[in-house]
């Protein structure tokens, strides 16, 4: 069994920062990739940011330059760093986990944690 869990959502005022946390725990044996998707109302589920296993990282166009994501190996744990939010920001954030297991990649996916960007 694999558990996400998600943490640092909030309240912010446009132009602050918020630090995401996604802690994975349970059968994580072979990780392929992390990442952070999040879903406006009415909208899509989209990417924001990945990180591979190789450390590679890539970023939805309008994450670039203001968000950054990071990971602790030891700890199983993914953060991103969100900085000069907007209020399109505002959004569900999901943490993501790719794990390979017999030659297939599973997902699995956290409980979201809401971040609202609004003065």
């Known amino acids: 069994q694999v558990q996400l869990v998600e943490s640092g959502g909030g309240l912010v005022q446009p132009g602050g920062s918020l630090r995401l946390s996604c802690a994975a725990s349970?059968?994580?044996?072979?990780?392929?990739?992390m990442g952070w998707y999040r879903q406006a109302p009415g909208k899509q589920r989209e990417m924001v940011a990945i990180i591979t296993s190789g450390g590679t990282t890539d970023y939805a166009h309008s994450a670039k330059g203001r968000f950054t994501i990071s990971r602790d190996i030891a700890k199983n744990t993914v953060y991103l760093q969100m900085n000069g939010l907007k209020p399109e920001d505002t959004a569900v954030y999901y943490c993501?986990?790719?794990?390979?297991?017999?030659?297939?990649?599973?997902?699995?996916w956290g409980q979201g944690t809401q971040v609202t960007v609004s003065s």
């Open positions: 349970g059968a994580i044996f072979n990780i392929n990739a």
């Open positions: 993501n986990l790719l794990l390979v297991l017999a030659g297939t990649i599973n997902g699995y």
